[in-house]
């Protein structure tokens, strides 16, 4: 497609990215309000933030299925569809489990969404140069866009109630699909390209297992039986989706795939980098509003830098991937990511350069992380297979989008109730030692030399969490530049 419309194309493609991604994070500068007027506990504001990425992650693999089976236009369309629904019931959800069940649904319309946007944008640019260059635009969205749900939803929350992140998506569907109608090209599918229920619902089995086992391992009283029965039922769903991989004639998964180096380097980024980055910006962002005492807008405006270095460093990335390759620019990117979280750890008490300095090296360097990811999976993989690369590579991110929120928001939750529980013992109310925010809310209810006490206790609890969690990004993050350079070193 050489027409100019294969740009107009890739705009369409982008604004609903755009919303897939900033619902992601969006949720986490609402948090405390809606923590505040639901009444959520700990566990449900994991499950809010975490059931949008988690069923994505578990629905992909089919979905990118079917677009290969019925046309990615018609899986992008009908995604558009379901994600304006879900955005209405999620802004007027009355109470915490009308929430998580509005998130899921708006998960179903990401999913089908997803591998179609990078499936159509392979077929629709067709010079190699020009794809890369797109790949680039494309991962700098789904990055930058990422980092920038914050800010977005720090200026709704100045003006407007907590429903107002979700809403707000309403308008650019209709916009995206009235574009996408007309003009995004249909391609038909291969109607032989089955569609396996059963190997969906096992994958999601695992995922689900997996996070339950996570956060109930992270809790401040902790079920050994429940996290093990979980753990143990995602072992066995994990097993069974690969053992019907094997068996089918036509894999949801082709595994021969990972034999390819940069595939498979492509993919541990695409996981690291996600969990790093929803883990670092829940944490950040809780903490600026709930320690340091922004507002939302505040909060939202501090980490600016980060999705400002992603989307400068995402085409900068996709030019720069034929004369380097995507190895190279992985590990250096990563290099990068890991040096600005460290500044951040080291100096997020410092001057606001200081602050801008890190954020930005660490936007940068997850920008062009994703765009060498995204490159170096979706390049490596058959045209015919273009939905199952691109599921692979949007399972990868929301994976670890999914497993970083659990992992780290657990360790978050787990060393915040052991900084807090030894010195307050048992005359701290419950709520309190379950999350700051609890905190902040049993101090509501006490006398002022009660109540400031308390405050200032889960503070610095809270703040002995923030430093744990960003010292585990930074050794991911290094820990994985330096497993890539070594084993293109080693390929060399």
Known sequence: MKSPLRWLVLGILSSALLLIVIDMTVIYLALPSLTYELRASATEKLWIVNAYALTVAGLLPGMG???????????FIAGLVVFGWASLGAAFSPNPEALIAARVALAVGAAMMMPATLAI???????DRERALAFGIWAAIASGGAAFGPVVGGVLLEHFWWGSVFIINVPIVVLALALAIVWVPSRPGNPERPFDLLASLWIMGALVGLTLAIKEAGKADPSVLQASLAALAALLCGLAFLRRQRRVSVPMIEFSLFRDRSFSAGVVTALIASAALMGMELVISQRLQLVVGLSPLQAGLTILPIPLGAFVAGPLAG?????????????????LSATGALLYLLGHGAAPWMQILSFSLLGFGIGAAMTAASSAMLLHAPPDRAGMAASIEEVSYELGG?????????????????AFATPA?????????????GALIA???LPDALAAPLVSLAQNAFDSAFVTVMVLVVALLGATSIGIALATRRAG
């Open 65 to 75: 299925a079917l677009g290969d089976r019925f046309g990615h236009k018609r899986m």
């Open 121 to 127: 944008i392979r077929h629709v640019f067709e010079d």
């Open 319 to 335: 030019l720069a991937l034929p004369r380097y390759g995507a190895e190279r620019i992985l590990s250096t990117s990563l290099a």
């Open 402 to 418: 999914a497993l970083g929120i659990a992992i780290l928001g657990s360790l978050m939750s787990a060393v915040y109730s052991a």
């Open 425 to 437: 013992g048992k005359a701290a109310p419950a709520l309190a030692r379950d999350s700051l925010d």
């Open 443 to 445: 101090a509501e209810t």
